[in-house]
């Protein structure tokens, strides 16, 4: 069975981490990186005996890609899904997967219209500890999931400019743990309140974002979701969470980067956590194109896709609008069939 191939779109930091995954793999090839920055593609390309090119459609003509990796800048990734399903290629895109719902339910429409095989980038789902959290929840270890609490803290702020050009904190950062919250309590949102600020870097107030936010989520179920965001820690990559339910509650806890405590005296010294990201989630970038790969052999749909990123993606703008107006607000479904 020949490798699966693979063209990835975007030579920045993502796709960087996906281009040296996928050249990394046995099982798949990176044929094309694709950048409309010529060097930057060039050189990401020559890096892994991949071919490079400015253009989209000189990768999405070469018969021998199966599958596309969008990790390029969000105002690009409409037109980039809606390419890839036109020329039959499965697909991985990055969240979120255009810059508006409008531009999203196109795409879902197209893929669902295709029946493209269609991943979206929740790769914290794919996370050892989140996914075991994930199973005992659904086997009933707990009961019925009442109240679930997420934190997610920066281990450093990033520059207000580039923050608002990923969509802002509560779309950027929030859309993640949104998408891990409808997973765990299995049921569909129905309202958001939002209410944040600048209490990090009063530059963000310049771009219409926080540096720090609280968030409540209502589910169908009745179930509440709560959510504590900041851009800044100082002492690494703090994120985990909960679910609470009526027996019981089950926790993935912040993993620090060492498994190592000291015991001396009066003291106990721990390990720290991991200075950032990456180094937090780096296997779930490995997992998620375990599964995409596993899907696109098996000629079967793909979890999360992008009606899961849909979701998110709706919570996420209900939430901005909650945050504007200093109120609650329904989450309108657009992931929907109809």
């Not at 990768?59 to 596309?68: A, I, N, W």
């Not at 019981?248 to 956590?273: C, I, P, Y």
């Not at 997992?287 to 790969?293: P, R, S």
Request: aromatic share 6%; with cysteine; charged share 25%.
């Amino acid at each position: 069975m020949r490798s699966v191939g693979f063209g990835v779109v975007g030579a920045g930091v993502i796709g960087r981490i996906h281009a040296r995954n996928l050249a990394a793999r046995r099982d798949a090839d990176l044929r094309w990186v694709v950048d409309v920055d010529e060097a930057r593609a060039a050189a990401l390309a020559a890096g892994h005996g991949a071919r490079s090119s400015t253009q989209l459609a000189a990768m999405l003509d070469d018969p021998s890609v199966d599958v596309v990796v969008i990790g390029s800048s969000t105002d690009a990734h409409e037109g980039h899904v809606l390419a890839c399903v036109a020329a039959g290629k499965a697909l991985l895109c990055e969240k979120p997967i255009a810059g508006s719902l409008e531009g999203a339910r196109r795409c879902l429409d197209a893929v669902r219209g295709a029946g493209t095989i269609a991943a979206v980038g929740f790769n914290r789902r794919f996370d050892a500890h989140h996914r075991r959290v994930h199973d005992r929840v659904r086997a009933g270890e707990i009961g019925t999931v009442e109240m679930l609490h997420f934190v997610s803290r920066s281990p450093q702020d990033s520059e207000p400019a580039a923050a608002a050009r990923a969509g802002g904190m509560l779309r950027e950062k929030g859309t993640h743990h949104y998408d891990l919250a409808c997973w765990l309590a299995a049921s569909e949102p129905v309202e958001v309140y939002a209410s944040g600020g600048c209490l990090i870097d009063p530059r963000h107030a310049d771009h219409g974002d926080v540096d720090t936010a609280a968030l409540v989520l209502r589910f169908a179920s009745g179930a509440l979701a709560t959510f504590a965001f900041s851009r800044r820690t100082g002492y690494g990559c703090d994120e985990m969470f909960e679910v609470n339910g009526s027996q019981g509650m089950l926790r993935s806890e912040r993993q620090r980067a060492l498994g190592v405590t000291l015991w001396k005296g009066d003291r106990v010294v721990a390990d720290g956590l991991h200075d950032g990201w990456y180094e937090r989630f780096a296997p779930t970038y490995v997992a998620e194109i375990d599964e995409l790969v596993a899907a696109v052999r098996e000629g079967r749909p793909v979890r999360p896709d992008l009606e899961d990123g849909m979701r998110a993606q709706a919570i996420a703008e209900a939430a901005v609008e909650s945050l504007s107006h200093a109120r609650p607000v329904a989450i309108r479904d657009t992931w929907g069939a109809g």
